[in-house]
């Protein structure tokens, strides 16, 4: 009979089983469960399903920016050998949001919003025939003569955006009056360019319906219990009627959190067909029409006492998106909880642009808010001459600064120190441009580093067989991150068994409904229900054994308690199931929650062309207990390497006259490749937080990114005495302001 075990955190949770429990797995450096899989080619991505009777689709965007489609020619594309069918019936056929949690109303292509939008599918019986044939379908149209492409033309009618997760305007005090009395002020604006997430894998998917109208989506999803709701809601059917299959995800940082349009169409194309669809996206329309992290424009305002008493911070952005979409880059987030000042305005404006739909990439606000925020602190410290990290340490809040909760744990202070020691921060010459070697000028330079932690509702359920092996299902997915692998710890630490003996079962609907793979939450919130289904087995466990499960010590497949030791396998009868139910509570509000970290980074800026290298960078971080110190180690390795295509190269770049990406491929927009990112150093500091869940971890998975590419452009800065506040930090922004060879 199955249990369910629930927790709202409504209170603190000072008891951990894992501060008992005596398996010895939590935190441990193991290695990735499904990484024999990955390797050996043997993991199944969306697109490698074997399914018969499949057909190919390729998928078809508008070539115009935003206006109206008034036909299209598919005549030649449909007479082409191999070619089954053009699917252009865009009044069934919907174009859902790539991104957006709430399912939206069903928008026709006969209106295309922006440049690339998919508004058809060419099927074949080969990938070949239908990538020929969607050259040859010619989309008629109108270009609207009120598109609205121009960033910098159209920022004087920015507006107020929807409520998002956080309130987009804040004050507190009289900012204007504090900068006016401050001793010591900075006013400086940056700007950050449009990004791409760039996933290695592009998506994918493959749709099945069945004979009772039930739908299989074979995708490459982040979050399939949304996603499924999405995907409902574009097809007008039940919920109950769609499920969701990611297995393996190739990388998403956001850019699979919501359905993209290769879902929908293979799931209407499918329908239509009556036979499988398959549709993978071209890197290319990846980039044109999944999602995109807005450009910023940020002003902040900063004013202090002499002696480095911050009085006065605003942080004061414009972001871009389509006209109907609520989704905002929230770059205040951090700004809101980082340091003290009594005087306060953070604002979030909205320039409504026909460009490609904007949403959440990794870290979103933190990522692009805190490159803002950092560099203005690393000035304000120059000005006032203090040392950049006695700066932050004197503005170091006792309080949540505006809501006035303690922090539920925060170790900034510590990472800072901790970092500088290991760093060598004491070597670095606070004059910019004094340190040569050659022909490259030397400079270091530091960043915090802060991501908000959040809990979200997740449920997991665990079996304990006859065999003594355990199996964890939700509909969790791993995106690379390691789930398969903590989660095996979570149930297995509980449990008493070695990793080897827990089977974890991820990324279906069939299963039990977790938070997915998001906003740095996945392992917080899954974990924690993995942890209660494994609690309520490990109360069967101690009944069958007829002891307080207080008295019972659970190891290596065996329960031990009153001079017993009896195999689980024996205990678990015919089979022991549990659910586990995690939810956000009274915890989110009372206190304020965020891991911090801080981010050290050596640049050389070669002295004739300008080019910056990055030569070492380390991160210290606090993120409550670590729960597998590898693939935390990774995803911290992950994040800072998104830190140097932040600051040094990722541009993507809107053609003004019609909103066209201009470089929509891995070729021109330019992520990190091997010979740009050096020893990377990470190191993880011992944290506890009761407030955040019962297994005392906070989320872990954008913090390598928030404040990584500040440190970065810091180093820059010292290294050259240049400031550049337009990212990324490309050679012609440096080259003139480089003192005399
Ligand atoms: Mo993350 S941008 O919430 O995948």
Known sequence: MSTTNSLKMDKPTPDSLFDTSTQGIIGKPLD????????????????????????????????????????????????????????????????????????????????????????????????????????????????????????????????????????????????????????????????????????MEPHASIATWDDSGMLTLHGSYQMPGNDVEQLAAALGVSKSKVRIVARYVGGGFGSKLGIAPESVAAALAAKALGRPVKAVMARQQVFDATVRRSNTEQRIRLGATADGKLTALGHETLTSNLPDDDYFEPTGQATHFLYSAENREINHDIVRLDWLLSGSMRAPGEAVGMLAL?????????????????????????????????????ELVRCMDVGATSFGWDKRNATPGTRREGEWL?????????????????????????????????????????????????????????????????????????????????????GTSVYLAAEAIREKIAKAMGVDVDALTLKDGHAIADNRRVPLGELAGEGMVAVGSIKPGKQEKETTQSSYGAHFAEVGVNAVTGEVRVRRMLGVFAAGRILNAKTARSQCLGGMTFGIGTALTEDLIHDPRNGKLVNRDLAEYHVPVNADVPQLKVEFLEERDIHANPMHAKGIGELGISGAGAAIANAVYNATGVRVRDYPLTLDKILDGLPAL
């Open 374 to 410: 950092e560099g203005a602190m690393d000035e304000l410290a120059e000005k006032l001459g203090i040392d950049p990290i006695e700066f932050r340490k004197i503005n170091e809040p006792e309080m949540d600064p505006e809501k006035g909760v303690p922090h539920s744990s925060r």
């Open 442 to 526: 030397v400079g270091i330079g530091m960043a915090a580093a802060a991501r908000s932690n959040m809990l979200q509702p997740s449920e997991a359920r665990v079996t304990l067989s006859a065999t003594g092996r355990a199996t964890v299902e939700t509909d969790m997915t791993d995106i690379g991150t390691g789930t398969y692998t903590i989660l095996g710890q979570i149930a297995g630490e509980v449990l008493g068994l070695p990793l080897e003996h827990v089977d974890v079962e991820l990324g279906d609907t069939n299963f039990p409904t977790a938070a997915g793979s998001g906003g740095s939450f996945g392992a917080g919130s899954s």
């Open 32 to 199: 990735r469960k499904e990484g024999p899989h990955k390797v050996s080619g043997a993991a199944t991505y969306a697109a490698e399903y074997q399914i018969e009777n499949l057909a190919y689709g390729v998928l078809v965007g508008a070539p115009f920016g935003k206006g109206k489609i008034i036909g299209i020619e598919s005549d030649v594309a449909k007479a082409l050998p191999g070619v089954i069918d053009v699917v252009t019936d865009f009044n069934t056929f919907l174009t859902a949001p790539a991104q957006g949690l709430a399912p939206k109303a069903p928008q026709g292509v006969e209106n295309v919003q922006y440049f690339g939008e998919i508004v058809a599918i060419v099927l074949a019986e080969s990938f070949e025939a239908a990538r020929d044939a969607a050259q040859q379908v010619v989309i008629k149209h109108e270009a609207a003569d009120d598109g609205r492409y121009d960033f910098e033309a159209l920022k004087g009618e920015a507006e107020k955006p929807a409520k998002g997760d956080i309130p987009p305007h804040y004050s507190q005090g009289d900012l204007e009056k504090a900068m006016a009395e401050a001793a010591v002020t900075v006013d400086s604006t940056f700007t950050t360019p449009s990004q791409n997430s760039a996933a």
